[in-house]
């Protein structure tokens, strides 16, 4: 019996791995809290608006699922974006299930719910799409 020696996979073929995308999902998940722990020492020293707190919050949502689809774009190859969607899902899903195990609810699929999704999704997806640009 012979044995057929298959090419080597490129890394364009090869895709990520799971470990890969949880570092770049953990990796993620400390830069926001790193930008909060910043955001809360800010809003104790300058007493900024409730608005202008939340909108630095959703920046710092869409910063860190950015930087977690470039990663994952990067080290992907191929399919950036969808790697990046995948790594900002992951990211919304993370923080949905602790919304639930800490306030027992993740609210009713609202407004603020369906947008934080979508600003997550779309955050890993075009820092995904960026990541493989050279």
Do not use: N
């Amino acid at each position: 019996m012979e044995k057929k020696l298959q090419p080597r996979k490129t890394k364009e073929e090869e895709g990520i791995g799971l470990f890969s995308l949880l570092k770049y999902l953990l990796l993620s998940y400390l830069c926001t809290g790193l930008a909060l722990m910043a955001l809360a020492f800010v809003l104790y020293r300058f007493r900024l608006s409730g608005q202008v707190v939340s909108i630095v919050i959703i920046v710092i949502y869409v910063a860190a699922t950015f930087l977690a689809g470039f990663l994952a774009g990067r080290k992907a190859g191929s399919r950036r974006f969808l790697w990046g969607l995948l790594e900002g899902s992951a990211y919304f899903l993370v923080l949905a299930l602790l919304s639930l195990a800490i306030y027992h609810s993740v609210g009713d699929l609202t407004h603020s719910f369906l947008t934080t999704l979508l600003l997550c999704a779309c955050g890993g997806m075009s820092g995904g799409m960026f990541g493989g640009s050279r």
